[in-house]
């Protein structure tokens, strides 16, 4: 059994941290019976979080919804289990599936807040776009990369905010040209 995967849990920060993961993996990793355990469980975790309804049991059921692009991977998921590399924790998601639902939610009650703070809080010793550093080449990018992880804030990733009008900007390259 690996000790990497023993204890891996993955709960994305927000809706976009979840799109972005999965889609960087499902890049990297277009064929599950080739990707190693922790990618597959940052795979999985994501899956639950996006689609809170899908349930493991259920991936044979053509009643229980999953698309099919999703069904190698939770195949793959299942062999790990079956094979005792990963534990029911992880086969079965719920923290990452509860975020989910919480984080579609308007308003949160105080102990649903203190609970998804607790998972955020659990997750944080992973910079936010740590998928995007397995990506790359970091001894060539990290002052470009750092810029990401080091702004982050509660309620998700980093976002640039927008530039100023385009009017500004034309305006200032007309003087720059005089």
Sequence with gaps: MNDQTTNAVFI???????????NGLL????????????????IWHCIAYLNPGLHPDEIDNPQGGWPAQYIPYASAIWKLHDTGEINDDQ????????AGLCDQLDELTP?????????CDAMSVEPIYQHI????????????????????DSKGPYVPRPRADKTDCAADRTKMLR
Excluded at 111 to 117: L, P, Q, T, V, Y
């Design 91 to 98: 086969l079965y998601p719920a923290d990452a599936q509860w």
């Design 12 to 22: 994305p920060d927000s809706v976009y941290h979840a799109r972005s993961v999965l």
């Design 133 to 152: 550093l397995e990506m790359i080449d970091t001894r060539e990018a990290q002052g470009r990369i750092s810029v990401f992880y080091t702004h982050r």
């Design 27 to 42: 890049a990297q990793h277009p064929k599950p019976e080739y990707s190693n355990s922790l990618s597959l469980l940052k």
């Design 111 to 119: 102990e649903e807040a203190e609970r998804r703070k607790a998972l």
